[in-house]
């Protein structure tokens, strides 16, 4: 094969085994990386129940056959498991020089299993892996921690590690890479420190075997060219995706004060442009030519790396409206290894539930010195608040009562990302039925949305959001490939095909990306969330938060606004026939049949009865 190395590591903590497989073309063309590679894996070798925080769960991390070229934003991978905070397939993208020393070591993935008896790092280099004593690391940050490690082990070799809040289980811990990446929203790094993996290295040193190698060069340079001539491109350099907070707040989307408002009265002050006014440089993934890393100084000094994301979470979400105390807690989270949507989104239900009596000497809204401590606490599960929030909105609001689960804003205990629903029923249908629970990156249709028709209920949304689950959420985590050149400044997707082509030789179209393996993707995820909630799986699993339905916007220009829902439930009906599955959103036989997932189909006949 070429592209493809055609080898998964495997590694088993608790037998101190590591051993290569191989697998072939059939396996890599039907699921092509990534994430197609990780959900096979996990459907396949997972038995349901598995305990997520238990030595059975199992830690995919994956590449695609593009991933580590040179070439535009190829420097990403998805590390996945099944999630502790969920309890279905969760994964997450992190870019990173871990993606490409693990294609240069000679692996497209990494399996870790069982759990070691004490902590340990996983170090990979020259077609092999080692299970090393990670004495001394255990405890640190996220920063130290990846120093430290290049220090041993070279400044080039790439680094997926974790904090205090992986190794404390925060139910939503991420990994960390190049202080400033992270990925895994699900508890990826959670996983990782139930296994007591404090990190994985990668140093490689091959050349990925490519069928063309000069037509790959050539293709990849006019790639390069074409990115760098887009509209957009200068402007992206500058703000990247901190542009978001104003279109956001201008929009009436930016979460505000636990998703009750879609404006901010301070966000000019978290902004795009308060944000060039800190910055003091510029990151990016490897080989990425519009690197998107703002780099700001903190008002402690200290540098932390902005996105959208982390700006609203931390900031309007909970009634933060300066840039350099968000950027302080920002930073706090990439050291402890916490996902910052879901910290903003907890720290936000903690406010609200301070404010209506139901938490006792809890958290006011925009109280920097005090969020600063809690997200520590929650990172070392310590004071009664800090470890309950550790827990995730869902557990905490099911365990604090009354009216709570209404304003826990999460759809399958995953938070919502940060972009209020009220008035956006196809934005809210992405949420809903996105394959990790209520995350943006599938189908983030809301900019098309707001442009066309705000508020309707129609089957161009359903499409859209479908047509938009097959690009970002099939075929870009399986390529493993950034989607911001083609999302942010428009980078054609007719690219990729061509450079697959290069690449592996192969002639794989936009068509089957889309249509077969995306489709597919979906499909095997679903069945990976249906086997595990097996009787008590039904549609409910992808309803919205309450809130968004019954307590309107209060303030700006959607006022009195919010969703109905018998409309929603048409959507969802919708949506669920176009895909070909049933009315509890479970795919029949027939689509199971025509995407190549008969054997799934018979494992979840076990489970629950299929529909023809
Ligand atoms: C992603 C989610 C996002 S999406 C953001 S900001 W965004 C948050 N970033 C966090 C962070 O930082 N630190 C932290 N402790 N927690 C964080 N949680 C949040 O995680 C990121 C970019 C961005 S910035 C986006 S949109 C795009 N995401 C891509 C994706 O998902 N797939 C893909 N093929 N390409 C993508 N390109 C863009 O990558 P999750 P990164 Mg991330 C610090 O992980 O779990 O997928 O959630 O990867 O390397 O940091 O790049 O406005
Ligand atoms: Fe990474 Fe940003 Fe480049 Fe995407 S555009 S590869 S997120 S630096």
Excluded at 21 to 39: M, P, S, T, V
Excluded at 145 to 161: F, P, Q
Excluded at 268 to 278: S, T, V
Excluded at 323 to 341: P, Q, Y
Aim: with cysteine; hydrophobic share 40%.
């Amino acid at each position: 094969m070429y592209g493809w190395n055609g080898k998964i590591l495997r590694v088993n903590l608790s037998k101190k085994k590591v051993e290569v497989e191989e697998y072939d073309a059939d396996f890599a063309l039907k699921y092509i990386g990534g994430r197609g590679f990780a959900a096979k894996i996990l459907f396949d070798e997972l038995k349901p129940g598995t305990d997520p925080l238990g030595p059975e769960n199992k830690l995919v991390v994956a590449a695609g056959p593009l991933t580590g070229l040179p070439g535009p934003s190829l420097g990403k991978l998805v590390i996945a498991a099944k999630s502790p905070l969920t309890g279905g397939y969760g994964d997450g993208n992190v870019g990173t020089m871990a993606a490409v020393q693990m294609r240069r070591a000679g692996f497209d993935a990494l399996v870790v299993d069982g759990k070691a008896e004490k902590p340990v790092y996983i170090y990979v280099e020259g077609e092999k892996g080692y299970i090393l004593s990670a004495d001394g690391l255990w405890g640190k940050t996220t920063f130290e921690a990846e120093r430290e490690l290049k220090e041993v082990h070279g400044k080039d070799v790439g680094v997926l590690v974790i904090g205090p809040g992986g190794e404390n289980m925060v139910r939503y811990a991420t990994v960390v890479s190049q202080e400033g990446r992270a990925g895994g929203r699900p508890g990826m790094g959670a996983v990782m420190g139930s296994k007591k993996v404090k990190a994985i290295v990668f140093k490689g040193s091959r050349d990925i075997p490519l069928a063309d190698p000069e037509g790959y060069d050539k293709l990849a340079k006019e790639a390069y060219d074409d990115i760098k001539s887009r509209d957009n491109y200068g402007f992206w350099i500058r703000q990247g995706t901190m542009a978001t907070i104003d279109w956001a707040n201008e929009n009436g989307v930016l979460p505000t004060y636990n998703f009750r408002e879609g404006v901010f009265e301070f966000a000019n002050l978290i902004n795009g442009f308060a944000m060039e006014a800190a910055k003091v440089k510029r990151r990016g993934c490897p080989y990425c030519n519009m690197a998107c890393g703002n780099v700001v100084l903190d008002c402690e000094g200290r540098e932390s790396e902005l996105d959208y994301e982390n700006v609203a979470m931390l900031g309007s979400n909970i009634g933060l409206g300066h840039l350099g105390k968000v950027s302080v807690l920002n930073r706090i989270a990439d050291e402890l290894s916490i996902d910052t949507i879901s910290l903003g989104n907890t720290i936000g239900f903690a406010m609200e539930a301070t404010e209506k009596g139901l938490v006792k000497d809890g958290i006011e809204w925009g109280d920097f010195e005090k969020v600063k401590t809690l997200i520590y606490d929650i990172a070392y599960r310590r004071e009664e608040l800090g470890n309950l929030l550790a827990e995730g909105v869902m557990r905490a609001s099911q365990k604090l009562g009354g009216d709570s689960q209404n304003w826990a804003i999460h759809v399958k205990g995953l938070e919502v990302s940060a972009y209020d629903c009220h008035t956006v029923p196809g934005m809210t249908l992405a949420f809903a039925t996105s394959s990790i629970g209520a995350h943006h990156k599938e189908a983030w249709v809301i900019a098309w949305e707001i442009r066309t028709d705000r508020e309707g209920y129609t089957e161009a949304k359903v499409d859209k959001v479908i047509e938009f689950q097959r690009i970002r959420g099939g075929m870009f985590e399986s390529l493993v490939s950034c989607r911001l050149p083609w999302i942010e400044l428009g980078f054609p997707l007719e690219w990729y095909p061509r450079l697959m082509k290069m690449a592996t030789g192969m002639e794989v179209t936009l068509e089957d990306m889309l249509y077969r393996v995306a489709d597919r993707i979906y499909a095997l995820i679903r069945a990976f969330w249906v086997r595990e909630f097996g009787q008590s799986w039904s549609r409910l699993m992808d309803y919205p938060p309450k809130r968004w339905f019954t307590e309107p916007i209060t303030k700006g220009p959607h006022k009195g606004k919010m969703l109905d829902q018998t409309r929603f439930d048409m959507l969802l009906d919708m949506y669920y026939a176009k895909r070909g599955w049933d009315k509890r959103g479970i795919p029949t036989l027939t689509t199971f049949e025509r995407l190549g997932l008969k054997d799934v189909a018979q494992q979840l006949s076990k489970t629950v009865t299929l529909t023809q």
